[in-house]
């Protein structure tokens, strides 16, 4: 079965930097285009990052772009989320997201349309 499984999630303090990592089992991770997406509690589930099957492009919500970064590592079967200058805005669950691409310039930035979802890693930033 499909397993997405976040690390990296931490008490951080404003200004500093984390890295995420989803690590995929049960899928041809090859093939599928990931996200980011982070929830705070009581509202929606929020689009962060995502990537297309090579890695070879990307797309960025406006309230991370210039900070993060989303890479992937196709033979490790795991997709990144790099974090700099976070300040407390970035707190959340960040979750990772998988769903399989036909096409290899294909990215998903809207959560209805992923398949796969990991159970999330907790972000703190601290002020």
């Known amino acids: 079965q499909v397993q997405l499984v976040e690390s990296g999630g931490e008490l951080v303090q404003a200004g500093g930097s984390l890295r995420l990592s989803c690590a995929a089992s049960?899928?041809?991770?090859?093939?599928?285009?990931m996200g980011w997406f982070r929830q705070v509690p009581g509202k929606e589930r929020d689009f962060v990052a995502a990537?297309?099957?090579?890695?070879?492009?990307?797309s960025y919500a406006d309230s991370v772009k210039g900070r993060f970064s989303i890479s992937r590592d196709n033979a490790k079967n795991t997709v990144y989320l790099q974090m700099n200058s976070l300040k407390p805005e970035d707190t959340a669950v960040y979750f990772c997201?998988?769903?399989?691409?036909?096409?290899?310039?294909?990215?998903?930035?809207?959560?209805?349309?992923?398949?796969?979802w990991g159970q999330g890693t907790q972000v703190t930033v601290s002020s």
């Open positions: 049960g899928l041809t991770f090859g093939t599928y285009a």
């Open positions: 990537i297309t099957r090579s890695g070879g492009s990307t």
């Open positions: 997201a998988g769903r399989s691409a036909i096409y290899s310039g294909t990215y998903y930035t809207a959560a209805q349309y992923y398949d796969y």
